[in-house]
Every structure is written in structure tokens, then in C-alpha cells.
């Protein structure tokens, strides 16, 4: 069962960045030290979790040690936001400790499963204790933060690895059409392909749209638009409360509620940018909107640009990188 209890001792921190390490290791020809596929092959195969996590860079081996303690409240994702190391590969039996900074504000640890749930917690030196003895791959997160990229995973024993060129990432594409969104729609049920507007100045998506159970989708959830095309979700009133909010940072709506209700973005650069309701992202609350020629732009948002980098080396990962934005002008939302 897990335990909490309180600590006084000082907390360690690990602070990496997702991209600009791998990238600069490929660069010269080095890899990373304690970083392990956990078999031969590739990375364990974790289907899109990480995609917005930036301070993911592979699966630390721990292997072979009783405990492993994890930082919660670590640099990462825009601030203190980050679980470290993010990801963790150990034995069956091992007793997983997450110990708080007490940066970044109330923080939790919750299995997306169910297995384990911390309490929400803003004071360093706190901790939380799992033993894992099943063999297998647990995601976690930090509820308050998981948007933001305060994501974890625990692997345990021997499990499926992808291959050295999709590890972490899924990369078959979700769809028949030529974009690959790294497994973004998987569990999207109103997800059927990506809807064509080019030629269109203005784009509206419904927020509270019936998917996912409910009124719980974007509709449609994937459209794909020339630059500088307005962007315009409109609430349905069905639901409860949603808002629209970008993985990447670029914009972020309030929450309502209020049929009617608007709120606007122009994008201008090109890529593809994924959004969610917060409140309801894990029933499959999710969209995307593709800007510009997919196979002009080789279909990879920002984010997805950093996992490359590491394959690219240093100059071509960061020409890549520079090359793409999320979004870019003016917001404006009614209620």
C-alpha cells in the first residue's frame, strides 16, 4: 500500500532538458550516460505520453537497486513542473520514492491506472512510497499539472520495446492521411481524419461537441489551415465547463460553460499545434490544428522537433527546431 510521510532532508534536484541534450550528444557523436533502452531495440514504447514533456530525455536504468527516489517539483515544462528523472526503468520489487522540492506549488502523484495516488502536497522534503512488482509500463502525473507536461513513467521488469527510430514517440500515423500525430488521437473516438479548410480565412471548431461519451470532443478534432487562418471554438453549452488550452503554451482560453461563447487565434506559423479541455482530456478532449502543407513542413510540431534532434545532430536539430513555431497572434475570447 502506499505510504506518506515527511522528510527533513534536503532534496536533490535534476534538471535536463529534453532536446537540447540529445541533440547536442548526437551532434558528437556521444550518448548519455545511465540512459537505457531497457532491451535492445529501442526505447519502451510509450505511446505519445511524453510528447509534451520537456524535460524527458530516455528511460534512466535502476536496475539492480532496492529504492529509487524520484524529485517532484523538478525543473521542467516551463518552471518547476517536471518529475526527475522522468521516466525510470527498475526491477519487480522496487520501492519507488517521490520526494517534494516544494517548488511549483502544491504538487500529487496519480497513476493513471489507479494503482497509487499521493495527496497534494507543497511542502519540500515530503514523500510518497510505491512498491512496484508487476512486470509492465505505469504512467503517472501531476493532476494540477499535467497539461503542462508533469508526467512520469515507471518501467518494470522486461517489456516491448518500439524501435530505435519510433522509441517513446508512437509514429504510425492515426489516420490515412499523410499526418503523423505521435498517437495524439488514440482513445479519440470522434477522431475520423483530419478535415481540409486551406482557402479558408476562418475556421470554427465546437467546444462540447458530441465524442468521447459525452459532450466531450472538439468538432471537428482535426482541421488543417493556411497561415495566418483564424481559428474560432465556439461553445456548445453541453457538458459543463471547457476551456481550450495549447500543450505548447501558445494560448490558453478561460473555462466555461456559456453557449455561445467564443474565443479566437490567428496562427501564422507553420506546424501542427495540439490542444485539450483540461477538465476532460483523459475522456479524449483533444484537437489539433495542422498549419500549412504537412509534407511541406514534414508534419512535426515544436515539441515532436525536439525528439528529433537527437537523430538529427546539432546543427540539423536546431535548424529543424527554429523552423517551427506553435503559434503566433492575437487571442480573443467572449463569454
Known amino acids: 500500500m502506499p505510504t506518506n510521510r515527511s522528510q527533513?532532508?534536503?532534496?536533490?534536484?535534476?534538471?535536463?532538458?529534453?532536446?537540447?541534450?540529445?541533440?547536442?550528444?548526437a551532434g558528437l557523436g556521444m550518448t548519455t550516460a545511465g540512459v537505457t533502452a531497457g532491451q535492445e531495440g529501442g526505447e519502451p514504447a510509450y505511446d505519445g505520453w511524453f510528447d509534451n514533456v520537456d524535460n524527458y530525455d530516455g528511460t534512466v536504468d535502476k536496475r539492480g537497486s532496492d529504492q529509487v527516489t524520484i524529485t517532484v517539483g523538478a525543473s521542467g515544462n516551463g518552471g518547476a513542473f517536471g518529475f526527475g528523472p522522468a521516466a525510470v526503468h527498475v526491477d519487480p520489487g522496487t520501492t519507488i520514492v517521490w520526494e517534494w522540492t516544494g517548488?511549483?506549488?502544491?504538487?500529487?502523484?496519480?497513476?493513471?491506472?489507479?494503482s497509487f495516488e499521493?495527496?497534494?502536497?507543497g511542502e519540500a522534503g515530503h514523500t510518497f512510497e510505491y512498491t512496484v512488482d508487476?512486470?509492465?509500463?505505469?504512467?503517472?502525473?501531476?493532476s494540477p499539472h499535467?497539461?503542462?507536461?508533469?508526467?512520469?513513467?515507471?518501467?518494470?521488469?522486461?517489456?516491448?520495446?518500439?524501435?530505435?527510430?519510433t522509441a517513446g514517440e508512437g509514429s504510425e500515423p492515426d489516420s490515412g492521411d499523410e499526418i503523423d500525430y505521435g498517437g495524439w488521437f488514440e482513445g479519440v473516438n470522434n477522431f475520423d481524419g483530419t478535415l481540409d479548410k486551406t482557402g479558408t480565412d476562418e475556421v470554427t471548431v465546437t467546444?462540447?461537441?458530441?465524442?468521447?461519451n459525452g459532450p466531450y470532443a472538439f468538432d471537428p478534432p482535426a482541421v488543417r489551415v493556411d497561415p495566418g487562418t483564424t481559428i474560432i471554438w465556439e461553445w456548445s453549452?453541453?457538458?459543463?465547463?471547457?476551456?481550450?488550452?495549447?500543450?505548447?503554451?501558445?494560448?490558453?482560453?478561460?473555462?466555461?460553460?456559456?453557449?455561445?461563447a467564443t474565443f479566437k487565434q490567428?496562427?501564422?506559423?507553420?506546424?501542427?499545434v495540439k490542444y485539450v479541455c483540461s477538465p476532460h482530456e483523459s475522456m479524449g478532449m483533444r484537437g489539433a490544428i495542422v498549419v500549412g502543407s504537412p509534407q511541406a513542413d514534414a508534419g512535426y510540431s515544436r515539441g515532436d522537433l525536439l525528439t528529433l534532434g537527437g537523430g538529427l545532430g546539432l546543427v540539423g536539430g536546431l535548424i529543424a527546431l527554429f523552423g517551427f513555431g506553435t503559434s503566433s497572434g492575437s487571442s480573443q475570447s467572449t463569454k
Open 266 to 272: 490567428t496562427f501564422e506559423e507553420r506546424g501542427i
Open 134 to 142: 508487476s512486470e509492465g509500463i505505469t504512467t503517472y502525473a501531476c
Open 118 to 121: 499521493s495527496d497534494l502536497i
Open 103 to 114: 517548488n511549483g506549488g502544491s504538487h500529487n502523484v496519480v497513476a493513471e491506472d489507479g
Open 237 to 260: 453549452g453541453d457538458g459543463g465547463s471547457h476551456n481550450v488550452v495549447d500543450t505548447g503554451g501558445g494560448f490558453e482560453s478561460e473555462l466555461v460553460g456559456k453557449s455561445g
Open 8 to 25: 527533513t532532508a534536503p532534496v536533490s534536484r535534476r534538471t535536463v532538458i529534453r532536446g537540447t541534450a540529445a541533440i547536442g550528444m
Open 146 to 165: 499535467k497539461t503542462l507536461g508533469m508526467k512520469g513513467a515507471i518501467v518494470v521488469g522486461d517489456v516491448e520495446t518500439a524501435s530505435a527510430e
Open 207 to 212: 467546444v462540447g461537441a458530441d465524442g468521447n
